[in-house]
C-alpha cells in the first residue's frame, strides 16, 4: 500500500536530521484499512512486525531510504515489536525483537508540564533527565529535557551509536519539554542531547542539565543512573537534625574539599575512603557538622567545584550517587552534620553545559550586562525566568531530600543581590525602578528557603554574603530573604587584620576586634576562617601570625580560643586546625606530616578542647544571637591589648567568663569583675604546655571576692599569660 509512505519532504527533512516532530513520523500511524508503522533503523537487512505478545507476524517493512528509513502497514493496532535483523560480520544474521519507542504515548502528565512551566515543579529532577521505568512491559529510560526554542532535539548514546536520527524527541505543545522513552536503555548508559537550534543549524552535544550520573571529568557524558533507592539509616537524626542546627545549638563546622583532604599517598579519592578517614577524625575533633566545597558535577577541578554543570549529580570524581548518599549516611550514624556549598549564582561557559542551550541564551541572560560574569568568566542565571528559578531550586531541594543532606551554605550571594556587583558605571541594568538591587534574585533566595521549610523540615540554608543588605536571615514572609544563618565577613576581615599586626601595634586597632559586638546580634552569624583566606597570596593561618615561630602559634592559639568563645557559630577551613604552614592546593593533600611537631598537635588538641567546651557550656551558645547572652566586661584597655567578656546561658546555666591578652607580655594581678562569688575554674588556657604554650596561668582555677569591678559585684585577680585566651566558670 502506497499510502504508508511519508511525503518526500519529510523523509528528507528526516535523514537530514532536522525533523522536529517524530512521531509524526515513525512509530503506528492509521491508515483507512490498517495502520502504517515505520522506523529508523540504518544498520537493519530485515524488519518485521510481530504480535508482541504472540510474536505472530503481522506485516513486512520495506527500507525506503537508503539511510536507513523503513516503512510498511499492518492490518490492526495490537501491541507489537519489530524484528529486526542486522548482519553478524560473518555472512550470517543476528535478530531481536525490540519495542517501538515511536508506539509510546506522551509519559509526562500535563500537571507536571504546568508546573515546570510554571516554575513551580519542587520534584524536577523526578521529571526532567533520564529515569530507568517500564511502560506496558517493556523496560527502558525516559528522557526528558527542556529546550523551548529548538528545532529537534534528540537522546543520542552509546545504545544508538550516537545518531541523532535514531531516538528525536517529542515535544509537548508550548512548554518546551522534550521527552522520549528508549526501550532497552539501562543504567550505567552514557548519553547527551543533541539539538538543532531555531536557525536550523546543529549544535554541539549536550550534557542533560538533570542528569544525576555523570562520566569522570575530562569526559562530559551524563549517564543513566541506577534507579535502586538507597536504604537509609538515618531516620533518628532527621527526626531531630533541627534541634541540632537551631540558633541555639553549638554548631561548629569543619569545612574540607573532599579530593584534597586526605593524604596522597596513591589512593584514590572516593566516598568510602573519605568517610573512613574522615569521619573518625571530625568525630575525635568535636566538629558539629563537615561542609564540602561544591561536589555538584563540574568540568574544571580547578575552580574547587565553584564552576558547576551538574546541579543534580554528585562528581563522578568520588564514585557513584550511591555511594554519596552512603557517605551522607554514614556520617549522620556518626552524629555529623552535612552542609554543601551551592552555587546558583553563575555557571561555566563550556560547550557542552547550559550556555547558549538551545541556540539561545536560555538559563543566561541574553544581555551580556546581565549575563555575563567578568570576574570569573561564566554566565549569571536568569533567576527571572520561571523554568530557571523552578531548576534552581529543584537542584537545591535534590540534594537535602534525595541525599539527605542537611543544609546548603549558598555561595556569592551579594553577587547576586546587586546588578552592579563588580561593574563600572554604565556596564549594568537597572532595576524596573531604577535601582541596583537584583529583584529577580532576592525573589529567588525568598522562595528557596519557603521551599525549603516546606519541603526539607529540618535543613538550614547559610549565606556568603559579604554587605550589608539588610534582613538576609529574617524569615522572606517578613520580607527578608529567609536564611538561617549568614557569614560574618565583617568580623572575619576585622579580626584577622587585627591579629596580623605586630603585638606593639595593636592597641592602635583595638576597636576592630570589638567592633564586631556592634553589629553581632543583627543577624544570625557564623564566623568563617573558609578555604578563601588560606589562598591566592593571603597565606596560611599560621603564615598569617607576627612574630617568631613561639609567637606565631601563640598568636594562632590565642585567636582560634578568641573565635571560638565569640557570639556566632563556628566554621575552620581544613588544615588551620594542625596550622599547616602552607596556603591550600586542590592538586595536593594537606600536610599531615606536621602532627609530628608538638606545636601543630598543640594547636589540633586545643580545637578539640575549645569544641568541647563549646559544646559543653551552655552560655557560649545557647544565647548565641542576643545581645542578652555577651557582656563587655573589659572593653578599653587598648594599651595592654586585654580584653574580657562573659557569656550567659539561660537561667541556671553557669556563665562564662573570657580573657584575652594580645600581646607577648605576662600580666599579673590583673582584677576583672565577674557576675558572682566563688571559685572559678580555668576551663581552658591557651598558653598551656598541653598546647605547645609556657604554662603560664592560674593553677587550675581563682576565688572570686566581692569586691565590685568593671560595673559586676565580685572580681577576680588572675595572671594572663602571653598571648592568649583563658576561660574561666564557676564551680
Not at 270 to 279: P, V
Request: glycine share 12%; with cysteine; aromatic share 12%.
Amino acid at each position: 500500500m502506497s499510502e504508508h509512505l511519508p511525503h518526500p519532504g519529510a523523509i528528507d527533512s528526516f535523514v537530514r536530521a532536522r525533523h522536529g516532530d517524530p512521531f509524526s513520523l515513525l512509530g503506528p500511524h492509521h491508515l483507512a484499512g490498517g495502520y502504517a508503522v515505520r522506523a529508523f533503523l540504518p544498520e537493519a537487512t530485515r524488519v518485521e512486525v510481530v504480535d508482541a505478545t504472540t510474536g505472530k507476524l503481522r506485516g513486512t517493512l520495506a527500507r525506503i531510504h537508503p539511510d536507513g528509513l523503513w516503512s510498511g502497514s499492518i492490518e490492526t493496532d495490537v501491541p507489537y515489536r519489530l524484528r529486526v535483523s542486522v548482519a553478524d560480520g560473518s555472512g550470517g544474521e543476528l535478530t531481536q525483537d525490540l519495542a517501538d519507542p515511536y508506539s509510546f504515548p506522551p509519559l509526562l502528565g500535563d500537571i507536571d508540564i504546568y508546573l515546570i512551566s510554571e516554575g513551580r515543579h519542587r520534584d524536577l529532577g523526578q521529571v526532567l533527565g533520564a529515569h530507568v521505568m517500564e511502560i506496558e512491559g517493556v523496560s527502558g529510560t525516559r528522557f526528558a529535557v527542556w529546550a523551548p526554542n529548538a528545532h529537534r532535539v534528540s537522546v543520542v548514546g552509546s545504545f544508538n551509536g550516537w545518531d541523532g536520527r535514531r531516538h528525536p524527541m517529542r515535544v509537548r505543545g508550548g512548554s518546551g519539554v522534550w521527552e522520549l522513552f528508549v526501550p532497552g536503555v539501562v543504567p550505567g548508559a552514557i548519553y547527551k542531547y543533541e539539538l538543532v537550534g531555531p536557525d536550523g543549524n546543529l549544535l554541539p552535544w549536550r550534557a542533560d542539565p538533570v542528569a544525576w550520573a555523570t562520566e569522570a571529568p575530562p569526559a562530559t557524558g551524563s549517564v543513566v543512573d541506577d534507579p535502586a533507592p538507597f536504604v537509609w539509616t538515618d531516620q533518628a537524626w532527621m527526626a531531630h537534625r533541627a534541634s541540632t542546627q537551631a540558633p541555639n545549638a553549638p554548631i561548629s563546622i569543619y569545612e574540607l574539599h573532599a579530593m584534597s583532604w586526605g593524604p596522597h599517598d596513591g589512593t584514590q579519592a572516593s566516598w568510602q575512603t573519605l568517610g573512613d578517614r574522615l569521619i573518625p577524625y571530625i568525630v575525635e575533633l568535636g566538629f558539629t557538622h563537615i561542609e564540602l566545597m561544591p561536589i555538584m558535577e563540574h568540568p574544571f577541578g580547578g575552580s574547587w567545584g565553584y564552576q558547576v554543570l551538574g546541579q543534580f549529580a554528585p562528581t563522578a570524581r568520588m564514585g557513584t550517587p550511591a555511594e554519596f548518599a552512603g557517605f551522607v549516611d554514614r556520617c549522620h550514624a556518626a552524629g555529623i552534620g552535612v552542609l554543601l556549598d551551592w552555587v546558583p549564582a553563575h555557571f561555566p561557559t563550556d560547550a557542552h553545559g547550559l550556555a547558549n542551550f538551545d541556540g539561545t541564551s536560555l538559563y543566561e541572560h541574553g544581555n551580556p550586562f546581565e549575563g555575563y560574569h567578568q570576574d570569573w568568566n561564566t554566565y549569571i542565571y536568569n533567576l527571572g525566568r520561571n523554568e530557571v528559578r523552578g531548576f534552581m531550586i529543584a537542584g537545591g531541594l535534590f540534594w537535602l531530600r534525595h541525599f539527605h543532606v542537611d543544609g546548603l551554605r549558598v555561595d556569592a550571594v551579594a553577587s547576586m543581590l546587586y546588578r552592579d556587583y563588580s561593574r563600572k558605571q554604565g556596564e549594568w541594568v537597572p532595576n524596573m525602578y531604577g535601582g541596583r538591587e537584583n529583584l529577580e534574585s532576592i525573589a529567588f533566595l525568598q522562595d528557596l528557603s519557603r521551599a525549603v521549610k516546606e519541603t526539607a523540615p529540618g535543613a538550614i540554608l547559610v549565606a556568603e554574603e559579604s554587605t550589608s543588605f539588610p534582613g538576609v536571615t529574617r524569615s522572606a514572609d517578613e520580607g527578608g530573604l529567609g536564611f538561617d544563618y549568614k557569614w560574618n565577613m565583617g568580623w572575619m576581615h576585622d579580626t584577622l587584620h587585627y591579629i596580623e599586626e605586630e603585638p606593639v601595634n595593636r592597641k592602635w586597632h583595638h576597636g576592630e576586634v570589638a567592633f564586631g559586638l556592634v553589629y553581632a546580634f543583627s543577624e544570625r552569624f557564623v564566623l568563617p576562617i573558609s578555604h578563601d583566606e588560606v589562598v591566592y597570596g593571603k597565606g596560611s593561618m599560621i603564615g598569617k601570625m607576627p612574630g617568631d615561630d613561639w609567637q606565631k602559634f601563640a598568636n594562632l592559639r590565642a585567636y582560634y580560643g578568641f573565635m571560638w568563645t565569640h557570639p556566632g557559630k563556628k566554621l575552620l577551613f581544613m588544615g588551620s586546625e594542625i596550622a599547616q604552614w602552607r596556603e591550600w592546593n586542590h592538586d595536593t593533600g594537606l600536610d599531615w606530616w606536621l602532627l609530628d611537631d608538638p606545636r601543630n598537635r598543640g594547636v589540633q588538641q586545643l580545637v578539640r578542647d575549645l569544641n568541647t567546651i563549646y559544646r559543653g557550656e551552655p552560655a557560649l551558645h545557647v544565647r548565641d544571637t542576643e545581645d542578652g547572652g555577651f557582656r563587655w566586661v573589659v572593653l578599653h584597655d587598648a594599651e595592654q591589648s586585654v580584653y574580657a567578656w562573659l557569656r550567659f546561658g539561660e537561667y541556671g546555666q553557669r556563665p562564662v567568663l573570657v580573657v584575652c591578652n594580645f600581646t607577648p607580655v605576662v600580666r599579673h594581678g590583673y582584677t576583672i569583675g565577674v557576675s558572682q562569688l566563688g571559685h572559678w575554674a580555668e576551663l581552658l588556657n591557651s598558653d598551656s604546655s598541653r598546647y605547645g604554650g609556657s604554662d603560664v596561668g592560674n593553677f587550675g582555677g581563682v576565688d572570686a571576692v566581692s569586691e565590685p569591678a568593671h560595673d559586676q559585684p565580685a572580681s577576680l585577680t588572675v595572671t594572663l599569660p602571653p598571648l592568649s585566651t583563658l576561660i574561666f566558670a564557676p564551680v
